[in-house]
């Protein structure tokens, strides 16, 4: 059964720093790139970023970039996003997803469960 | 950056209801499309793709259709299991979503 469970999920101050893990299971990591989602009450579902089955290829949306770093073990079979410099604004239920693949653009097919990031001002 | 726009926000309707939701983009997008189903403290699950392919396991009361920046989901014969909030989402360029559509009990 795949399984992509999020943890690191924290109440953190603004300017703070905080490493959401993604572990995978049922499937092999490595084989996938790979995206984080976040999700809150007044923009609703947003994406945030992507990164390549080897990690060498990264995207970012413009409202983190330079700020959170996305990063995988594929051993450990392991995704990671390092969020530094917080603002309140990123105040939201984090998810990772999977990928479908494929040729072309693709989407999501399957998300983990979510870790909440609170940011107090 | 491409805007995606659900309507309604919200509908009621009982079981067994046809429903159909609307989605349209701000600029074309061909038939990069999907369409997501999420309940409550739940993550969003995949239900269509490329604006008309069922994803494997997902009941075939489902249907997507539309091409270009128009696209509807509808559900043929309304489950209790399918009260739950749905969203659109472009991946032509990088990825947005709707604001999403609540269909609730009538």
């Known amino acids: 059964e795949v399984q992509l469970v999020a943890s690191g999920g924290d109440l953190v101050q603004v300017g703070g720093s905080l490493r959401l893990s993604c572990a995978a299971s049922?499937?092999?990591?490595?084989?996938?790139?790979m995206h984080w989602v976040r999700q809150d009450v007044e923009k609703g579902l947003v994406w945030v970023s992507r990164?390549?089955?080897?990690?060498?290829?990264?995207v970012y949306a413009d409202s983190v970039r330079g700020r959170f770093t996305v990063s995988r073990d594929n051993a450990k079979n392991t995704l990671y996003l390092q969020m530094n410099n917080l603002r309140v604004e990123d105040t939201a239920v984090y998810y990772c997803a999977r990928d479908l693949g494929g040729l072309g653009p693709t989407t999501f097919d399957f998300w983990g469960q979510g870790a909440l990031v609170t940011v107090s001002s | 950056d491409i805007q995606m726009t659900q309507s309604p926000s919200t509908l009621s309707a009982s079981v067994g209801d046809r429903v159909t939701i609307t989605c349209r983009a701000s600029q074309s997008i061909s038939n990069w499309l999907a369409w997501y189903q999420q309940k409550p403290g739940k993550a969003p699950k995949l239900l269509i793709y490329?604006?008309?392919t069922l994803q494997s396991g997902v009941p075939s009361r489902f249907s997507g259709s539309g091409s270009g920046t128009e696209f509807t989901l509808t559900i043929s014969s309304l489950q209790p299991d399918d009260f739950a909030t749905y969203y659109c989402q472009q991946y032509n360029t990088y990825w947005t979503f709707g604001q999403g559509t609540k269909v609730e009990i009538k």
């Open positions: 490329k604006a008309s």
């Open positions: 990164i390549s089955s080897d990690g060498g290829n990264t």
């Open positions: 049922g499937f092999s990591l490595s084989s996938y790139w």
